[in-house]
């Protein structure tokens, strides 16, 4: 059969064993099948051809099975003589500096078919922004906050105030939001919720941790070495695992997907310290400068949330993960809920499991809403509920009201009795927030006065 000279093939090299060989086929499955590189298999090579679709889907396909470039490489030869090519590279390669010019220009880079939420940025075209609304968020609300360009660039935006339906009742909660693809394509929004502790006593994508990997994840927030990760209906890989500092959430990020770079801050990495640093572990560099061309020095290690290389400051591998979940479970009620400030007995009375009924407070889009306020002691946060959750509550004494600053006047006046100097010869209620009266009121309350005998 006559070869077509434009035809080329791919030739696998798996660098552990130093073996090459030849793709000849990419079953139902997915899996990439392959050859031994002999003439006498030339029937059996799978050709493909310059802007060739089937090279594109083949590429998918490969960056998923084969997820360590450190241990494979992939060259593209023309698909004639095969064989005594392959010997050609194969001698190449058992020189690979000496011969790096053309080795480079038969090598498949692979990072130029990562999947597509790797690269560039999310056409906001593909939004579904019913989905956010469904939650109480509004685009303007991301680019208000700086997290839209954030997630137009697949990241994670920072904590954000959440109303999730359930039912008849909305559950408010906090979260980070992300724009991720399905395994069709499809651009869905992902919600990652805050949880209490990172979960570390079970399996997390198939792998276990011993008690030295949970203490180094308490501890600095990374796993500290590579770790091999099965997702669900997927293929297995070697992943960097950190934990998220806000959310507690367990990320583990595929380890071809990082560049562990040559140079960080002015500073040329040895090959020690790049070896180490693609290993998951931390590495001290000194005399790196900052931005404000100050030399200083960190440790520096990959991080799983951040997608990449993160700095450790005063000589310390402690991160700040255990810290923000102890500062968190030691603080239980905040002297604040969505605006409104609490007096010492209204957090006391949370603390001690009581219901509250607080006005006034403010959402994310601005609007007010009063709601029954329970702390949650298990997830650290407090739940709001449109009845009393305390049924003897209702029965028995009055509930505590706490009431957002500038509605302290209004409140005080129309809900309590009470007389404000300003606005004491004003009959009607106040207004939200108002605490002076208002132009008309002035004049009522002077024509009034000039009535008098």
Same mark, same amino acid.
């Given at each position: 059969?006559?070869?077509? +000279?434009?035809?080329?093939?791919?030739?696998?090299?798996?660098?552990?064993?130093?073996?090459?060989?030849?793709?000849?086929?990419?079953?139902?499955?997915?899996?990439?099948?392959?050859?031994?590189?002999?003439?006498?298999?030339?029937?059996?090579? !799978?050709?493909?051809?310059?802007?060739?679709?089937?090279?594109?889907?083949?590429?998918?396909?490969?960056?998923?099975?084969?997820?360590?470039?450190?241990?494979?490489?992939?060259?593209?030869?023309?698909?004639?003589?095969?064989?005594?090519?392959?010997?050609?590279?194969?001698?190449?390669?058992?020189?690979?500096?000496?011969?790096?010019?053309?080795?480079?220009?038969?090598?498949?880079?692979?990072?130029?078919?990562?999947?597509?939420?790797?690269?560039?940025?999310?056409?906001?075209?593909?939004?579904?922004?019913?989905?956010? &609304?469904?939650?109480?968020? +509004?685009?303007?609300?991301?680019?208000?906050?700086?997290?839209?360009?954030? !997630?137009?660039?697949?990241?994670?935006?920072?904590? !954000?105030?959440?109303?999730?339906?359930?039912?008849?009742? +909305?559950?408010? %909660?906090?979260?980070?939001?992300?724009?991720?693809?399905?395994?069709?394509?499809?651009?869905?929004?992902?919600?990652?919720?805050?949880?209490?502790?990172?979960?570390?006593?079970?399996?997390?994508?198939?792998?276990?941790?011993?008690?030295?990997?949970?203490?180094?994840?308490?501890?600095?927030?990374?796993?500290?070495?590579?770790?091999?990760?099965?997702?669900?209906?997927?293929?297995?890989?070697?992943?960097?695992?950190?934990?998220? =500092?806000? %959310?507690?959430?367990?990320?583990?990020?595929?380890?071809?997907?990082?560049?562990?770079?040559?140079?960080?801050?002015?500073?040329?990495?040895?090959?020690?310290?790049?070896?180490?640093?693609?290993?998951?572990?931390?590495?001290?560099?000194?005399?790196?400068?900052?931005?404000?061309?100050?030399?200083?020095?960190?440790?520096?290690?990959?991080?799983?949330?951040?997608?990449?290389?993160?700095?450790?400051?005063?000589?310390? %591998?402690?991160?700040?993960?255990?810290?923000?979940?102890?500062?968190?479970?030691?603080?239980?009620?905040?002297?604040?809920?969505?605006?409104?400030?609490? +007096?010492?007995?209204?957090?006391?009375?949370?603390?001690?499991?009581?219901?509250?009924?607080?006005?006034? !407070?403010?959402?994310?889009?601005?609007?007010?809403?009063?709601?029954?306020?329970?702390?949650?002691?298990?997830?650290?946060? =407090?739940?709001?509920?449109?009845?009393?959750?305390?049924?003897?509550?209702?029965?028995?004494?009055?509930?505590?009201?706490?009431?957002?600053?500038?509605?302290?006047?209004?409140?005080?006046? $129309?809900?309590?009795?009470? &007389? $404000?100097?300003?606005?004491?010869?004003?009959?009607?209620?106040?207004?939200?927030?108002?605490?002076?009266?208002?132009?008309?009121?002035?004049?009522?309350?002077?024509?009034?006065?000039?009535?008098?005998?």
């Amino acid at each position: 059969m006559d070869t077509n +000279t434009n035809d080329y093939i791919l030739v696998l090299e798996d660098k552990e064993s130093k073996k090459l060989s030849v793709v000849s086929s990419v079953d139902a499955e997915g899996k990439v099948q392959t050859v031994e590189p002999l003439d006498a298999h030339s029937g059996q090579f !799978m050709k493909f051809s310059e802007n060739d679709s089937i090279f594109k889907n083949f590429m998918e396909n490969f960056t998923r099975q084969f997820n360590d470039p450190s241990r494979t490489g992939l060259y593209r030869l023309v698909a004639d003589k095969v064989e005594s090519s392959v010997m050609i590279l194969q001698e190449m390669l058992q020189q690979p500096q000496k011969n790096e010019e053309q080795l480079k220009l038969m090598r498949v880079n692979l990072e130029d078919y990562v999947p597509k939420e790797q690269l560039g940025r999310v056409n906001e075209e593909r939004i579904d922004w019913n989905e956010l &609304t469904a939650i109480g968020i +509004t685009r303007e609300q991301l680019k208000a906050s700086g997290n839209l360009e954030k !997630m137009l660039g697949w990241g994670k935006s920072n904590l !954000m105030p959440i109303a999730v339906p359930f039912g008849d009742k +909305t559950i408010y %909660t906090e979260a980070r939001l992300a724009f991720r693809e399905d395994t069709d394509g499809n651009l869905a929004l992902a919600i990652h919720t805050i949880r209490k502790e990172p979960r570390l006593d079970f399996p997390f994508m198939g792998v276990e941790f011993s008690e030295e990997d949970k203490k180094m994840l308490r501890e600095t927030g990374n796993l500290g070495r590579l770790a091999d990760v099965t997702p669900k209906n997927g293929e297995p890989f070697k992943a960097f695992i950190s934990v998220d =500092p806000q %959310t507690n959430e367990l990320i583990a990020l595929r380890a071809d997907r990082v560049r562990v770079p040559d140079e960080i801050k002015g500073v040329k990495l040895s090959e020690q310290q790049k070896a180490d640093l693609a290993m998951g572990k931390a590495v001290a560099v000194e005399n790196m400068i900052s931005k404000a061309g100050k030399p200083f020095n960190a440790q520096i290690q990959i991080n799983a949330d951040k997608k990449g290389i993160e700095f450790k400051f005063d000589n310390t %591998t402690r991160q700040s993960v255990t810290q923000h979940v102890n500062q968190e479970q030691q603080k239980g009620v905040s002297r604040k809920i969505c605006g409104v400030e609490l +007096t010492e007995k209204q957090q006391a009375a949370l603390n001690e499991g009581r219901t509250l009924y607080i006005k006034n !407070m403010v959402d994310r889009a601005g609007q007010p809403f009063n709601a029954y306020v329970k702390f949650d002691k298990e997830e650290n946060r =407090p739940r709001f509920y449109r009845w009393n959750p305390d049924r003897k509550q209702e029965q028995g004494e009055a509930k505590v009201v706490a009431v957002a600053e500038g509605n302290k006047t209004q409140v005080a006046v $129309n809900n309590e009795g009470k &007389t $404000n100097e300003a606005t004491k010869h004003v009959k009607e209620p106040l207004k939200k927030e108002q605490s002076e009266p208002t132009e008309k009121q002035k004049k009522e309350v002077q024509k009034k006065k000039g009535r008098k005998i």
